[in-house]
Every structure is written in C-alpha cells, then in structure tokens.
C-alpha cells in the first residue's frame, strides 16, 4: 500500500518525459495485447484450410456487438477512472473508492443486460451488420460463445482503467498479458487440435478475459492497490452515477459508434460490391485497431498524470504533458498509417492467403487510411478533454468524426462513385474532424487553464484567512 502511494504521488512530482514514458509504454503494452484476442483470432481464422476467407468474414461481421460491449465499459471505465484520479490529486481517497465501486455495480448491470438481448435478436443484428446465408453462420457460432464471456470482458477491460489511473501503469499491463498468453496458447488447440474453427477461436477468448478479469478484482480488493474495490460501494449512488455518465457518454459514444459505422460501410460494401468487399473491411477494421490503439495507449497512459495535476491546481504541468502528448500520438498515427498508405501489402498479407481478398484489400487500403495519419491529434485533444473532466466538449467531438461526417458521407458519396465512395469518406470525415478539434481545443484549453487560476487564487485566500 505504502509503495503504490508513492506512485500515486509521483503523477504530481516527477520529470514529466520520464513519468510519461513509465506511464504510456506499460498502457501501450496493454492496448497491443488486448488487440491480440481479436487479432490472433482472425488470423488463425484466416488461416483456416478451405473455408478461412469466408468464415473471417463472418466473423468480421460481429465486430459491431463486441464493440459495443467495450463501449459500456468504456461508458464505466473511462468515464469512472479520470474522476478516481481528480481525487486523488485532491487526497479525497474515500470519494475515489465510492466512484471505483458505483463503475464496478454498472458493469455487473451491463453485462446482464448486454448478454441476455444479444442472444435473443443476435441473427437479425448479424443480418444488419453485413452478414449473408453463406457467413451468418459462422457469425452465429462465434458470437453465441463470445456473448457469454460478457462480463469477463467487461470487468477485465471496465476496471483495469481503476489500476493505471493510480499510477500502477504495469500492473495493468500484466492484468492483460496474462490473458493474451492464455488467449494465443488456446486459439490454436482449440481452432485446429479440437477442430471447433470459430467456436473455438470464441471459447479461447472468454477463458482468457475471465482470467484477465480475476487478476483485475484481485489487485483493486486487496491492500496493494491506493483505492479499494469494496462491495458497500458497488450500490449505484445517483449523484457518482451521473457524474461518471456525464464523462463516460464521450468514450462509450466513440466506441460504440464503431458499431453503427460497420453497420453502415459493410451494409453498403454488401450492395455495392458482396462478401470480398465486405472481406476488405473486415481486415481493414482490424488494421485500423492496430493503428489507433497504441496511440490511444498512450494517450490512456498519459491520461491520468493530467487529471491527478487538474486535480492538485498544478497548471504548468498540465500545459507540459499536453504538449508533449500531442506530438507523440501524431508521430504515431504518421508512421503507422503511413505503412498502411505507402505498403498496404504489409498488412493485408498478416490476415489472408487469399491473393484475391488481399490483392483488392491492397488496392483501397491507400484511399481508407490516407486521413488517419493526423488523427494523431485529434485522439491527444479528445483524451485531455476527458482527463480535465470536459464532459459536453468530448461528447461532441466523440460525435463529430464518426455520426456526423463519417456515417452520412458513407452513405452518400457510394452513390456517386460506386464502391469506392465508402472507401474514401474516412479521409474526409477525419481530416475535417481534426482540423476542427484543434480549433475548438485551443479555445476551451485556454478557459480550463484560466480557471485553474481562479481555483488557485480563492485557495491561496481561503488558506490567508485561515
């Protein structure tokens, strides 16, 4: 307990390039990881003799559901864990362990809900989402399997948030490790010793989330971890509960709009193109994760270094981290969408022997990934809008790229340009949303920083006339 205090304390007192660095390189670690349970399994799946294109199409077409089962915990997690840190700046331990407890009782809810609707209607969701009668069927068998490790996945990914939010950066980085480990050692077995293909790949995925899951509930209950998961706290309490919703809505909208957005490009890739389009985007989706994620790694990472100062008044600390957050995710989404723009063979090789399916993903991959290499940006602004607990801001620019650019553009321009249309509205849609996040970043960074000084000013007279 005494050394994880150390840690904590140190958000607020050590050289910010090292401390970033601590920070981010444990938290992009992870975002790698946790990628590797929906990557390894499309590889393998991928990989699989005589059926493999087919059934990691059908597979693909379940990337909605899972995604909107992250987004709750997103909703949880990242809405809960920036408010933790704030008190913690603040020595408010107590109030972080209550809003630590009230994100753990949503989970619990969410995943009750979430697991019961979605094996109810999870054929026509499927249908919706770009499946056909050649892949529903696969689609079905990986997702009935996977809906049950809900609240694995949920606890693993909702609370592990809890534990680098107090400066205990590696330690969340082995909560995930531990499950990738399980998760690439039983793919395999499971895929091709058993013979189970994509019920396999599923079954191997919750077995590892459940494992990630107890070593998460095992830290943040015991003496090791600065707040404590303790069951009294776990009763919603309204007042916590709106608090954590009113910054939660930003990630879970960003999250969960990588549903309505695959809905959408693969519903239009199924009628303008059929199964190989839809194939396209199935890889795509995933080479997509493995840009944004270590980016968005390190901007978790950096996270909580901002709001624990935001917390503590500390101003030029904040205006440090920030600048330098900024010009790391950029470098970031340079390099490795540029690999994505300049040597789409390099990646569209990883997930099919298909010469065919690679050979027409390698085509688009150009044109869909050309805007992502300053979304860099975009994710850096959007993270310190959470951090500084800058609800209405982040919902909107959570909203902006994706509801309002991307979807509609998606739907539009196919109709001129055929095919190829849904390809290219991602650029667009992202180069307008950052250029206008840096905007309205500029503008509402400046007033947070002003009020900090107005904070500080009515603190330094409070404690004169003391």
């Known amino acids: 307990m005494q050394d994880q205090m150390k840690k904590e304390e140190r958000l607020g007192s050590a050289p910010i390039g090292r401390l970033m660095a601590s920070m981010a390189v444990p938290a992009v670690a992870a975002q790698l990881i946790n990628l590797l349970y929906n990557i390894v399994d499309r590889v393998y799946i991928g990989h699989i003799a005589e059926y493999g294109d087919t059934a990691l199409t059908g597979v693909g077409v379940t990337f909605p559901i899972i995604m909107l089962i992250s987004a709750f915990s997103a909703f949880a997690g990242m809405g809960g864990a920036p408010l933790a ?9 107590e109030r972080a362990e209550k809003i630590l407890g009230n994100c753990a009782g949503l989970i619990v809810i969410f995943a009750v809900i979430l697991t019961v609707l979605f094996s109810v209607i999870k054929t026509p969701v499927l249908y ?9 069927g696969y689609a079905e068998s990986y997702i009935e399997i996977y809906l049950a490790g809900t609240i694995f996945v949920q606890a ?42 994509v019920r ?53 909208i960003m999250q969960s709009t990588e549903s309505l957005v695959s809905i959408t490009l693969n519903s239009g890739l199924q ?51 920030f600048s330098r957050l900024v ?72 909203l902006l790229r994706k509801v309002l650019l991307l979807i509609p553009l998606a739907v539009i321009f196919p109709r001129f340009m055929g095919v190829v249309g849904i390809y290219r509205a991602e650029p667009v849609a992202d180069i307008i ?3 206008t996040t840096s905007v309205l970043f500029a503008v509402t960074f400046k007033k947070v920083l002003h009020g900090m000084d107005k904070s500080d000013m009515i603190g330094k007279n409070i404690r004169k006339e003391v």
Do not use: H
């Not at 840190?85 to 331990?93: A, M």
């Not at 459940?210 to 015991?222: D, G, I, K, P, T």
């Open 327 to 398: 010009l790391v995710s950029l470098a970031g989404t340079l390099i490795l969408g540029g690999i994505a723009v300049f040597m789409p063979q390099l990646y569209a090789g990883i997930f099919t022997d298909n010469q065919m399916l690679s050979e027409l993903t390698s085509r688009f991959m150009p044109i869909y990934f050309f805007g992502i290499m300053i979304f860099g940006i975009q994710s850096a602004c959007q993270s310190t809008f959470i951090a500084l607990g800058q609800a209405k801001v982040s919902v909107f620019i959570a």
């Open 271 to 321: 009628k303008y193109g059929g199964d190989m389009y839809v194939g396209t985007m199935a890889i795509m989706s995933s080479i997509m994760q493995l840009i944004i994620i270590p980016v968005q790694g390190i901007t978790q990472g950096v996270q909580p270094i901002i709001s624990y100062n935001f917390g503590a008044g500390n101003k030029e600390r904040v205006k440090g981290v």
């Open 85 to 93: 840190s704030i008190e913690l700046g603040r020595k408010q331990y």
């Open 200 to 252: 396999g790949a599923a079954l191997a995925t919750i077995i590892s989330q459940a494992v990630s899951a107890a070593w998460v509930v095992r830290f943040l209950a015991s003496k090791k971890s600065v707040i404590r998961l303790r069951l009294r706290n776990m009763r919603p309490n309204a007042e916590i509960v709106k608090q954590v919703a009113a910054l939660g809505i930003s990630p879970f």
């Open 156 to 197: 693993a990914l909702g609370l592990n948030t809890f534990i680098s939010g107090q400066g205990a950066a590696r330690t969340a980085m082995c909560s995930v490790l531990i499950g990738a480990v399980i998760n690439i050692c039983l793919d395999p077995v499971f895929i091709f010793g058993f013979g189970m293909g």
């Open 128 to 136: 919706a989402f770009g499946a056909s009668d050649v892949t529903i």
């Open 433 to 435: 949303s950052v250029l």
